[in-house]
T-cell receptor
Framework: QKEVEQDPGPLSVPEGAIVSLNCTYSNSAFQYFMWYRQYSRKGPELLMYTYSSGNKEDGRFTAQVDKSSKYISLFIRDSQPSDSATYLC???????????FGKGTLLTVNP | EPEVTQTPSHQVTQMGQEVILRCVPISNHLYFYWYRQILGQKVEFLVS????????KSEIFDDQFSVERPDGSNFTLKIRSTKLEDSAMYFCAPRGTPETQYFGPGTRLLVL
């Protein structure tokens, strides 16, 4: 079983739609959960991070973590064409905080 | 948010050649990570570097790889004898708060 599983998509939605992106994981030691956005051939850009279980909201973005189910989500409200990118989930645990990534979901928001 | 620059942005090299990838932080950081991303694949951890020493390395980071902080500010990743499978994007990432890492723009390495 892979440590972090993420549906690669692609996911195509109309402008204004609510987008739901998800990852599952197997390592119970993970405590920090991040979402990155990556444009083609660019470095990942940190969007949100969450410690342990719970929700976190930042503008149109909401991150949810359910440690009991080993399941994390990112919701994007009122999606815009500029949100079109690959979204990577990443998580870490232990003293080194190295990140373990999902493969990424390619999102296209159509005008 | 920590900022870094990486040089070169692109590098093409012949198999067996040595390459040196550089990472320059805007502000002083003690904790750094290197990751790579093969085209179409996930971002993978290579090595972490804390206070001028390697703190952890992955199984990818074999004897052909090394990291240094040659002048107290730049960080370098050296691949001594490149292989075709080393072709990838390489990212450095300083640690911000303990739970966050901010990625540089990356170096695209192509080994022919």
């Amino acid at each position: 079983q892979k440590e972090v599983e993420q549906d690669p998509g692609p996911l195509s939605v109309p402008e204004g739609a609510i987008v739901s992106l998800n990852c599952t994981y197997s390592n119970s030691a993970f405590q920090y959960f991040m979402w990155y956005r990556q444009y083609s051939r660019k470095g990942p850009e940190l969007l949100m991070y969450t410690y342990s279980s719970g929700n976190k909201e930042d503008g149109r973005f909401t991150a949810q973590v359910d440690k009991s189910s080993k399941y994390i989500s990112l919701f994007i409200r009122d999606s815009q064409p500029s949100d079109s990118a690959t979204y990577l989930c990443a998580m870490s645990g232990g003293s080194n905080y190295k990140l373990t990534f999902g493969k990424g979901t390619l999102l296209t928001v159509n005008p | 948010e920590p900022e870094v620059t990486q040089t070169p942005s692109h590098q093409v090299t012949q198999m067996g050649q040595e390459v040196i990838l550089r990472c320059v932080p805007i502000s002083n950081h003690l904790y750094f990570y290197w990751y790579r991303q093969i085209l179409g694949q996930k971002v993978e951890f290579l090595v972490s570097f804390y206070n001028n020493e390697i703190s952890e390395k992955s199984e990818i980071f074999d004897d052909q790889f090394s990291v240094e902080r040659p002048d107290g500010s730049n960080f370098t990743l050296k691949i001594r004898s490149t292989k075709l499978e080393d072709s990838a994007m390489y990212f450095c990432a300083p640690r911000g708060t303990p739970e966050t890492q901010y990625f540089g723009p990356g170096t695209r390495l192509l080994v022919l």
